[in-house]
């Protein structure tokens, strides 16, 4: 490639903001002629190298984003751990057409058994298929629109939970609610209602969400809206958190 095509190629892909191609268009350039490539595979080649790149960005600048505690994928799951669990419901949920349905996912049990790990498994495979996630604990989503509520900020705070196409609540029922902080959350789910999925996690049974909420007619308004379209998983099982610790306490019985 002469030096005056080359330049004008690393000028308009400036100009396009292909970044991939500035930097890479003689090494693209060697590869299509080592493998005799035709004008439409070299073309593929080019759009392929630069979406991927593209892609790659944006999905790292999203988890940075998106407030998830870590970043263990689906595959890291040990379902030989939890052998009530049904790996097959989880599969079909990573395929996500819950959240192209609007639908909810609800994951319920005692804590440690590994609903946050899912929770974040499956928002990841959303972040990859191209959905914008949004991780929050109950706690903090509460705190943060009562702050923004103290300073007339409210409505503003509450599209950072209504926009995401996929919204993970964490550790709903570990405190219980104010009547106004209840409201709050009546509010998100009333507003995401058929509008945006969401991915709920608990250690409560429904039967006991008006423990957290503290009003009946309230609680029977969210789960009303919550559960119309929901996916309902318990897991009933050991703790991973205390499975490390078992372990090596049974080592240690051995010696």
Known sequence: MSELVAGRIIRHAERLKLSHLTDTAEQLCQRADDAQLGYREFLDLVLDEEVAVRESRRFTNALKLSGLPHRKSLDEFDFAFQPDLDPRKIKDLAALTFIDAKANVCLLGPPGVGKTMLAVG???????????????????????????????????????????????????????????????????????????SMIWTSNKSFSEMAQVFGDDALTTAI????????????????????????????KGDRH
């Open 122 to 196: 499956l928002a990841i495979a959303a972040c990859q298929a191209g959905y914008s996630i949004y991780f929050t604990t109950l706690d903090d989503l509460v705190r943060n629109l009562s702050d923004a509520e103290a300073t007339g900020r409210f409505r503003k705070k509450l599209q950072t939970y209504l926009k995401p196409a996929l919204l993970v609540v964490d550790e709903v029922g570990y405190l219980p609610l104010s009547r106004a902080e209840a409201n709050m959350v009546f509010q998100l789910v009333s507003r995401r209602y058929e509008h945006g």
């Open 223 to 250: 789960l009303d809206r919550l559960l119309h379209h929901a996916e309902i998983i318990t897991i009933n099982g050991p703790s991973y958190r205390l499975k490390d610790r078992t372990l090596t306490a049974e």
